[in-house]
């Protein structure tokens, strides 16, 4: 799979979401390609999470996603499916304005009500645009990755490094360091690879080469 020269939209709910899902990936091709990330919601109508921004753009420095590659939406959590019609036509413009060659975003195996309103809506708004989806540990139940992308061990420990930028959510168990490699050790054992991050086909557009 070659990402060099390519353009690749990355698609969260929710701060945390992006780097749980393709932490490695993007650390491994962030020097290789125009990278996007979008996430949301920035959580700050809730009390308990007035860090979440900032720990969000730490971790995305970690990974070394350059400021003005990150981009927060003006959503607020838990009622995306309310605004379906506002975030299509936020995709829209996104597509028309980044032009992705690639888009990850949540899941369909994911069961979170935001999680999966991104999905359905991104799938209408990227047409003719390959897209994987991604798992959110915590949310995602009978995720099974299809597709597969060999990362190294400093991806790895990036991606547990970028994570740990988040104070807010150390005691939750799916921040755990250890849970967090042995997911790529696994899929890296379905890929026969010592470490990969793993993602299911929403849609993959073929193109011939030259």
């Known amino acids: 799979m070659n990402f060099y020269g390519k353009r690749v939209l990355f698609i969260g709910a929710h701060p945390d979401d992006i780097e749980i899902g393709c932490g490695a990936l993007i650390h491994h091709i962030v020097r290789k390609t125009e990278i996007l990330c979008v996430t949301l919601s920035d959580n700050q109508k809730n009390p308990d999470l007035k860090n979440v921004k900032g720990e969000h753009l730490r971790s995305m420095q970690v990974l070394g996603v350059p400021a003005e590659k990150i981009v927060f939406g ?9 605004h379906r019609q506002e975030i299509l036509e936020y995709f829209l413009t996104l597509r028309k304005e980044f032009k992705p060659d690639w888009v990850f975003t949540h899941s369909k ?3 979170h009500q935001d999680h999966n309103a991104i999905t359905d809506e991104a799938l ?3 047409r003719g645009t390959s897209v994987l989806g991604f798992d959110v540990v915590r ?3 009978g995720f099974f990755p299809h ?3 060999e990362v190294d ?10 994570l740990a930028q988040y104070d807010t959510y150390q005691d939750r168990y799916y921040f755990n360091a250890e849970l967090t490699r042995s ?11 010592p470490f990969a991050e793993g993602f299911d086909i929403l849609r993959i557009v073929g193109e011939f080469g030259n």
């Open 153 to 162: 061990e400093e991806d790895v420990n990036k991606k547990i490094e970028a």
């Open 147 to 149: 597709f597969l992308i």
């Open 109 to 111: 195996q994911d069961v």
């Open 74 to 82: 003006p959503f607020t959590t838990r009622v995306f499916p309310e």
């Open 124 to 126: 209408r708004a990227f």
């Open 139 to 141: 949310s995602s139940y």
């Open 183 to 193: 997911i790529m050790v696994r899929h890296g054992a379905l890929a026969e690879r």
